[in-house]
């Protein structure tokens, strides 16, 4: 990079000095921006530039580019794969979307959201909900992740069953490329075939081909009536059973299947206040199904009668409660509250796999039986997105183990997890992304003809590697 102060200041030109976080003057506020939230991740920035137009990201990234400084764009900052947080270097400029707020417009017709990369998802969600529709992307993060950090890791969430990945709800971006120029790709268009999907390269790119500003979204008919089972079962594949039966009962209006072990289940009632499991700990696993229908009157009880009768015909479950209203809702809480239950239990080893459902019953006891020789008492905190094929197959520390013993074994507990699912068939990431931290397993199991295209398209976008270097491929 060269000079910082001249940076500095062509910086300021642009945000005016309040847009700037410069460290040594501004410590306390840069350092959320200089870590993620869990702590796991931790940088060093140059500086932290806070644009509030698209105009203002594009001139921005031109004096970046004028001075050789890489750019590491951020969100909200809760990505669990370290891939908002700058290096230790001290030369990266993180460009933070926090002043990118606008929701420019909402097309009831056409059923589009277009927003500001900013904009908190909870907001965006809001936004769709005052009109009567439905953004069906939904996530324990909902409250501080923005719609630029969800297209840019390809969320995932919990309504991915019933309407797919982010990927397939982004019909029109804006993004500022490395150099400063701008694409307007603000389409709202279900139907577009000229040409190559220029939008699906940046969707999941994790901010290393550019800076996303604003995003048009389909939006789904709103969901009038919900009802949820909580379903006690003796193994996953009574889980995998029940989602086909699910599936046949209820066709599209299976809205989420979430499933969660007996522990991960423990360590919420354990940190996080209020929440109760209705059926105790006794199940090894327990699934939350929801159901849902767009129309007013629909019986969505009855169908969930249907469902328990079906699944009990067919051995499906142990135990069921009904829940609806305030009482699904704490389902949700319950659900919702692993994440941060379990981070109370010293340092936690996130894994987010997928597999081919008629394979996850089998890869889960590979892996027991692999992760007990590594290290006997080991806490498998299982949870996540079955109904998807998408397992948190996260790790704590056995009670009593010292963190730093425990992170020492990190690279074996993972590589036991990891070849189950190359011998399955899998996915080392379903749904976070590589950032750094699964930059270079992920490489280990791509062939040379993906790598080679990955490089090309960066090189193609990003010439001289200044977005987000490190992230997704290793710097070249
Ligand atoms: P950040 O963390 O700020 O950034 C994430 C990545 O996107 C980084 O590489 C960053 O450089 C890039 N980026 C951010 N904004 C832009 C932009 N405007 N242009 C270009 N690049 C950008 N994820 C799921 O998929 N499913 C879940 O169910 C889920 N649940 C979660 C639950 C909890 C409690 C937490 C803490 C996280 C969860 N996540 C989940 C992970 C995370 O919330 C999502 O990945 C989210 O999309 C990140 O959004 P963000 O705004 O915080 O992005
Ligand atoms: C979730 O679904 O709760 C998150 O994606 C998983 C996590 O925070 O590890
Ligand atoms: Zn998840």
Redesign the pocket.
């Known amino acids: 990079m060269a000079d910082p102060d001249l940076l500095r200041t062509a910086l300021v030109d642009v945000v005016g000095e309040r847009g700037v976080l410069v460290p040594g003057v501004h410590d306390d506020r840069l350092a959320t921006y200089a870590a ?2 869990r702590g796991a991740y931790a940088g060093r920035p140059a500086l932290v530039v806070l644009p509030s137009t698209t105009d203002e990201v594009a001139a921005v990234l031109r004096a970046c580019a004028a001075h050789g400084a890489a750019v ?9 794969c370290g ?2 947080v700058p290096d230790a270097s001290g030369t990266q400029v993180v460009v933070s ?1 926090d002043r990118l707020r606008a929701v420019r417009d909402l097309d009831v017709a056409n059923r589009t959201l277009t927003v500001e ?1 900013g904009v908190v998802l909870a907001d965006a969600q809001a936004a769709a909900g005052a009109a009567g529709l439905l953004l069906p992307l939904t ?3 909902q409250g ?3 719609v ?6 390809n ?4 309504g991915v069953l019933r309407y797919g990945s982010t990927r397939a709800l982004v019909l029109g971006l804006e993004v500022v490329l490395p150099d400063g120029r701008v694409w307007d790709g603000l389409r709202g268009l279900r139907k577009d075939n000229t040409g190559y999907d220029l939008k699906q390269l940046f969707v999941g ?3 290393t081909l ?4 604003a995003v048009v979204l389909a939006l789904q008919p709103a969901v009038r009536r919900r009802v949820g089972l909580w379903v006690g079962l003796d193994s996953l594949a009574a889980a995998v059973g029940l989602l086909g039966t699910a599936r046949e009962v209820a066709g599209e209006r299976v809205t989420a299947f979430e499933v969660m072990s007996a522990p991960s289940r423990a360590m919420v009632l354990d940190h996080v206040p209020g929440t109760r499991d209705p059926l105790g700990p006794e199940h090894p696993w327990c699934g939350l199904v929801e159901l849902g229908d767009t129309a007013p009157d629909a019986d969505v009880e009855a169908l969930a009668e249907r469902l328990l009768t079906a699944a009990a015909e067919r051995d499906q479950l142990v135990d069921a409660v009904v829940a609806t209203g305030p009482q699904l809702d704490a389902l949700w809480a319950l659900r ?1 509250g692993i ?2 239950a379990q981070n109370h239990e010293g340092p936690s080893l996130k894994h987010d796999v997928s597999v081919a459902l008629g394979s996850m019953a089998d890869y889960v006891a590979a892996c027991d039986a692999g992760l007990a020789r590594e290290l006997p008492g080991v806490r498998v905190v299982a949870y996540g ?1 079955v109904g998807d094929g998408n397992l948190h197959h996260n790790l704590s520390k056995p009670p009593g183990t010292d963190d730093a013993d425990f992170l020492a074994l990190a690279p074996r507990l993972t590589e036991v997890l990891y070849a189950q699912v190359a011998a399955h068939g899998g996915s080392i990431s379903a ?3 590589l ?1 750094t931290a699964k930059r270079d397993a992920a490489a280990a199991y791509k062939s040379d003809v993906e790598l080679d295209l990955m490089r090309a398209v960066k090189r193609a976008i990003d010439p001289d590697g200044r977005m ?1 270097p490190g ?1 997704v491929l290793a710097a070249s």
């Open positions: 993620d939230w590491v764009p951020q969100g909200g900052n809760t990505g669990l891939g908002a979307t990369a996530m324990g993060s501080r992740c923005t630029g950090g969800v297209v840019a890791t969320a995932g969430g919990t790119a994790e901010g550019g800076v996303v500003t919702e994440s941060e997105h749904e976070h992304g950032g987000n992230k």
